[in-house]
């Protein structure tokens, strides 16, 4: 049965800062590390609405999960706001949604919205991606202080 996880964080950058980031294929592999490992199977560098893309991915850079298919739906820079719908051999549905939320401050409001399914692994599924999007928001933060846009 697909649960739904919700995880939101404070960003220290505005939202067009973040949303700069988010278009880079390579903050996806850094903010993911060392929980999981992406490598695209093509050169790829942007992320585009309509594009589907394949990636290798290993868990904890280990254990080797084959390929991991992303379609981006969504990739709306107006709105703030990006759908993937996902997968791979043992999650059959990982629709993950991203929003941004400008503040008043001039930090962002940085929410992941996942639901899954992965049969009946669904709620080891769920404790890995509570700690995995926990760690990737983490991530986040350290990345924009440490390199501010």
Request: glycine share 4%; aromatic share 12%.
């Amino acid at each position: 049965m697909p649960t739904t996880i919700r995880i939101t964080t404070t960003l220290p950058a505005t939202p067009e800062a973040v949303w700069r980031r988010l278009s880079q294929v390579d903050t996806l592999r850094y903010i993911a590390r060392p929980y999981a490992y992406f490598t695209p199977l093509e050169p790829m560098t942007q992320w585009a609405q309509g594009a589907a893309y394949v990636l290798s991915l290993r868990v904890f850079g280990l254990l080797p999960l084959g390929r991991h298919h992303i379609r981006v739906v969504l990739w709306d820079q107006d709105a703030l706001e990006i759908l993937t719908h996902e997968h791979n051999r043992f999650v059959k549905t990982w629709n993950h949604a991203i929003t941004l939320e400008a503040l008043p401050d001039g930090r962002t409001r940085y929410t992941d919205a996942v639901t899954l399914d992965a049969g009946a692994f669904t709620g080891l599924a769920r404790l890995w991606s509570i700690a995995f999007y926990r760690h990737r928001q983490r991530k986040w933060r350290k990345l924009l202080c440490k390199t501010p846009l």
